[in-house]
T-cell receptor, first 111, second 115 residues
Framework: DAKTTQPTSMDCAEGRAANLPCNHS???????VYWYRQIHSQGPQYIIH???NNETNEMASLIITEDRKSSTLILPHATLRDTAVYYC????????????FGPGTRLSVLP | DTGVSQDPRHKITKRGQNVTFRCDPI?????LYWYRQTLGQGPEFLTY????????KSRLLSDRFSAERPKGSFSTLEIQRTEQGDSAMYLC?????????????FGEGSRLTVL
């Protein structure tokens, strides 16, 4: 079973920041938080991951609370092409263990 | 550079027939994963290879399912005696030994429809 809970769906206006929350209250000390997204009819795409520090890359920012029980993925300037299902996943290490996907959050970016 | 490629992209078959899907991972990626995804759900793990060794199998992988990766490169997923409940998208992903991000690279998937 997925170790995370996410809202089922969210809307965001084009050009605004999209903030996608994720709860992972049972996360262990050696578990990373990963975010993937899946655009309709495509395979999932890696976005970002982190352990306890906030992370930023060209796609998004990841904010992890100090107690690591929740995190937020931020898309700073959402575009229509960011409409997708976003999955928050926790996993113990970088090698071997599979990713357990939950149902994710369906983000709709509106014009 | 080619990403993960899967073939066929779509397959329609009648109940009881056998089907086989092929996955070509990114070159030199030693890890290969198969997932299944039904409508409205996230991908569900089926099995995982490191090189040619099948290291993990989900209980979802019934005895009608078999996966191989004979030379540690491409992989096949075969479903025997298909049932309507097998209708789903079958996704393949790969990752490399030196991938510090643990990032999986997914293919576009093979959609199976069992009539």
């Amino acid at each position: 079973d997925a170790k995370t809970t996410q809202p089922t769906s969210m809307d965001c206006a084009e050009g605004r920041a999209a903030n996608l929350p994720c709860n992972h209250s049972t996360i262990s000390g050696n578990e990373y938080v990963y975010w993937y997204r899946q655009i309709h009819s495509q395979g999932p795409q890696y976005i970002i991951h982190g352990l306890k520090n906030n992370e930023t890359n060209e796609m998004a920012s990841l904010i992890i609370t100090e107690d690591r029980k929740s995190s937020t993925l931020i898309l700073p300037h959402a575009t229509l092409r960011d409409t997708a299902v976003y999955y928050c996943i926790v996993r113990a290490d970088n090698y071997g263990q599979n990713f357990v996907f939950g149902p994710g959050t369906r983000l709709s970016v509106l014009p | 550079d080619t990403g993960v490629s899967q073939d066929p992209r779509h397959k329609i078959t009648k109940r009881g027939q056998n089907v086989t899907f092929r996955c070509d991972p990114i070159s030199e990626h030693n890890r290969l994963y198969w997932y299944r995804q039904t409508l409205g759900q996230g991908p569900e793990f089926l099995t995982y290879f490191q090189n040619e060794a099948q290291l993990e199998k989900s209980r979802l992988l019934s005895d009608r399912f078999s996966a191989e990766r004979p030379k540690g490169s491409f992989s096949t997923l075969e479903i025997q005696r298909t049932e309507q409940g097998d209708s789903a998208m079958y996704l393949c992903a790969s990752s490399g030994w030196d991938s510090f991000t643990g990032e999986l690279f997914f293919g576009e998937g093979s959609r199976l429809t069992v009539l």
